[in-house]
Each structure stands twice: as C-alpha cells, then as structure tokens.
C-alpha cells in the first residue's frame, strides 16, 4: 500500500477536492497557456448559451472547450514532472513534453472543427 495515498471514504474525496483546487489555482498562476485557453472557453461560454442549437450541439460545443483545459492541464503536469526529473536535455524529456504538446494541439484543433461544424449551419441560416 503506497503511504502517501489518504484515506477513503469522505475524507479522502474532501482532500481530493482541495487537491484539485489547488491544482487549478497553480495552473492559474503558472501557466500562460492554461490562463489564455480558460479566458477563450469563458469568452465563447456565452455562445454556447445563445446560439440556437440542439442541447447535444451545445454540449459539444461546451465539451471542446473542457476538452482543451483538461489537456493543457496534463501537458503542464507531464512538463512539471520533466522538468522536476532534470532540467538538462534529453530525448525522452523531449519527446514527452512534444507529445502533449501534439496532445494541446490535437484539443484545438477538435475544438476549432467542433465550433465550425455546429455553428457554420446557424451562420448560413441568419445570412440567408
């Protein structure tokens, strides 16, 4: 049994909890992508709610935006675990860090075609 692991039960899903929040808070304070990426998802939050589109589209649209966080937060957890590992260059630090990198870029891009396939319908039909 691994001694760092807490307790289960409530205990153990209100320290996650902390956990998590102290994650977001550090992702905030250190990470100018994750900052950027969360200013866009707040940006079109408001589209997602006045578009007239189905709830599944609207739950697309909303899921891309979560999805692109959620991987800019792993591509940060695997570049702070590199760099904690050594800061001096090697292929396989390398690798891991361009691959979520690849993995970041991935999120837009299916962000990005998510937006475009739902909204472009909407777009055409207000422009006639």
């Known amino acids: 049994m691994n001694p760092h692991k807490s307790k289960a039960g409530l205990t ?5 909890f902390f956990y998590s ?12 992508a ?3 990426e969360l200013a866009l998802a707040l940006a079109l939050a408001p589209v ?14 909303a899921a891309s935006l979560l999805l ?9 957890a695997i570049e702070a675990v ?5 800061l001096e260059p090697h292929e396989l ?3 891991a860090k361009d691959m979520a990198s690849a993995a970041v870029m991935l999120s837009l891009v299916l962000a990005g075609v998510t937006w475009v396939a739902v ?5 055409r039909g207000f422009l006639g």
């Open 12 to 16: 153990r899903i209100w320290r996650a």
């Open 21 to 32: 929040h102290r994650g977001l808070r550090d992702a905030w304070r250190h990470e100018h």
């Open 34 to 36: 994750f900052r950027q």
């Open 48 to 61: 997602i709610v006045l578009v007239p589109v189905s709830l599944p589209e609207r739950a697309a649209l």
């Open 68 to 76: 692109v966080l959620i991987v800019e937060l792993l591509n940060s």
């Open 82 to 86: 590199v760099d904690r590992v050594s």
């Open 93 to 95: 630090s390398g690798r």
């Open 119 to 123: 909204l472009f319908p909407v777009v």
